[in-house]
């Protein structure tokens, strides 16, 4: 059974930092496209940031640029997504993802692109 779990969410004041992690097993993600997405209450499921298999490509969402940064750890099936100078805006539950099929050249930020998803962790800023 393949499982995301992602962790490191919380409650921090404007301006904090949080580094969420994602912890896949069950399948290895070394050679597949990973990213994170959020979801803030009564709007949809918006993407945040991706890394491909090399960590040579990287994109991130406009709103999160200059701010985050995401990375991963392919011999321990992790990724990572470091948030700086954090906003109220930036509420939501934040999820990670990973495509599960197709090419390693494969890249994209639709959240209906990937296969496998986290149960998601809480992330609130008050300001």
């Known amino acids: 059974q393949v499982q995301l779990v992602e962790s490191g969410g919380g409650l921090v004041q404007a301006g904090g930092s949080l580094r969420l992690s994602c912890a896949a097993s069950?399948?290895?993600?070394?050679?597949?496209?990973m990213g994170w997405f959020r979801q803030a209450p009564g709007k949809e499921r918006e993407f945040v940031a991706v890394?491909?298999?090399?960590?040579?490509?990287?994109e991130y969402a406009d709103s999160v640029k200059g701010r985050s940064t995401i990375s991963r750890d392919n011999a321990k099936n992790t990724v990572a997504l470091q948030m700086n100078s954090l906003k109220p805006e930036d509420t939501a539950v934040y999820y990670c993802?990973?495509?599960?099929?197709?090419?390693?050249?494969?890249?994209?930020?639709?959240?209906?692109?990937?296969?496998?998803w986290g149960q998601g962790t809480q992330v609130t800023v008050s300001s």
């Open positions: 890394i491909n298999w090399r960590a040579d490509r990287i």
């Open positions: 993802a990973g495509r599960g099929t197709g090419s390693r050249l494969w890249f994209g930020i639709r959240p209906d692109e990937y296969d496998y």
């Open positions: 069950g399948r290895s993600f070394r050679f597949n496209t």
